[in-house]
């Protein structure tokens, strides 16, 4: 038997007026994964506990099968050991975003503008983190480039009781009121401030205007932790696997889980990332003698934020045909028998444009067959009636994996 997890990062919303008062999920054209939901387990799943903030560390840990009130350490030391950087026990590692702030002459009067500086490329982002490090690099602060806008700081030796708060939680809000708080956060808040007076005229920034893009003309510091540890997905159930994201979030549980991470050339973490090469990497993986496959999609969480309504339904409708759909036609045509999860991490409300906590649509399908079969299409609608609710998201996957 292998082992599929499709995951839909934000994929899960409330009804929207434009949809003709139906959720992304209840509008797209969805047949594959409609299919699954009606021949297979539908529920609700809450992956994040009330307690804990609603970011995509906190569900996926949980939709991993790790218990965050245990494992949880922080959300950017574990896209730090993705991307390779050499963490210290004394380290506290922080995401930095580059974002694009309004133009405002005072920058407590700014607002965050796109918290991804217009989904800003790689290799334009390489060039700004270059000089923000110029900058500001010192004997304990290091600043290290990562993909898009997602990139990293690391503080070593430096203080842990920080109130920070994530660049997609306030757009269009005063940042007056969210700059950081706590011990050392005055060398924080001055790197911020200063880093927009370095990067507004920057030439990659020109350029960009030029083109009618956004510019990439602040850093916005958050997202703290410090070296996780995560006992080995093998030893928890004794299968192997590979995990295949765009995003060094998910690739960092899967390196501190054990599991392979496949890179996926045109892999973007947005509604034109490769679904299909995605897909294709996950059926070589299963062939190669993995017994087990976790699929991270990014595409509808970043809609969500940007609040692009069409494009999230796109990315639904894109999941189902170029991901489960292949995966589940290349599997029946060679005649290999497994189960496959499908779910969000959270909720992405095209209404708020952020994170939230509600439990969230899970399909457990078995081409071996599920006795009775729900009988519905997948929505946030229908898993609520189905009356099955996993509490504890963790433990979903031992359920599936059972």
Not at 50 to 70: I, M, Q, R, T
Request: proline content about 5%; aromatic content about 8%.
């Amino acid at each position: 038997m292998k082992y599929i997890v499709i995951l839909g990062d934000g994929m899960a919303d409330y009804k929207v007026d434009e949809l003709g008062g139906k959720t992304p999920l209840e509008a797209a054209n969805k047949p594959n994964i409609d299919y699954m939901s009606a021949h297979g387990e539908i529920g609700l799943v809450k992956n994040v506990p009330e307690s804990l903030s609603p970011g995509s560390d906190v569900a996926n840990l949980s939709a991993f099968g790790y218990d965050p009130f245990k494992y949880y350490s922080g959300r950017s030391p574990l896209e730090a050991v993705s991307m390779g950087i050499d963490i210290k026990d004394s380290d506290i590692i922080f995401r930095c975003n580059i974002v694009t702030v309004s133009d405002d002459e005072n920058y407590l009067d700014k607002r965050i503008v796109d918290h991804s500086a217009d989904e800003i490329t790689t290799e334009e982002a390489r060039e700004i983190m270059k000089t923000v490090a110029e900058t500001f690099d010192n004997e304990f602060l290091k600043f290290y480039p990562g993909i898009s806008y997602r990139h990293a700081l690391v503080w070593d030796k430096g203080p842990y009781d920080f109130n920070l708060t994530p660049p997609h939680d306030i757009l269009e809000r005063n940042l007056s009121e969210y700059l950081p708080k706590g011990e050392g956060a005055d060398i924080l808040t001055e790197m911020t401030i200063k880093s927009y007076e370095v990067l507004k005229n920057h030439p990659v920034n020109i350029k960009r205007m030029e083109r009618g893009l956004k510019p990439a003309n602040s850093i916005w510091i958050w997202g703290e932790g410090k070296k996780p540890a995560l006992s080995p997905f093998k030893d928890k159930y004794g299968i192997d696997g590979s995990v295949i994201s765009a995003v060094d979030l998910i690739k960092g549980i899967a390196i501190c889980a054990g599991l392979e991470s496949i890179d996926v050339e045109g892999a973007t973490g947005n509604v034109h990332t490769n679904f299909k090469g995605k897909a294709d990497a996950a059926i070589k993986a299963l062939e190669d003698g993995k017994d087990f496959v976790y699929i991270h999609m990014e595409a509808p969480d970043e809609c969500g934020h940007r609040h692009e309504i069409e494009n999230k339904v796109k990315s639904i409708e894109l999941i189902d045909k170029q991901v489960v759909g292949y995966i589940k036609d290349e599997l029946d045509r060679k005649g290999i028998d497994y189960k496959m999860l499908i779910l969000p991490d959270h909720p992405t409300p095209l209404a708020l444009r952020t994170h939230t906590r509600d439990a969230v649509p899970y399909i457990i399908f078995s081409s071996t067959g599920c006795e009775g079969g729900s009988g519905v299409s997948y929505s946030e609608d229908n898993a609520a009636s189905s009356g099955k609710l996993i509490e504890k998201g963790y433990t979903l996957m031992d359920h599936f994996l059972k």
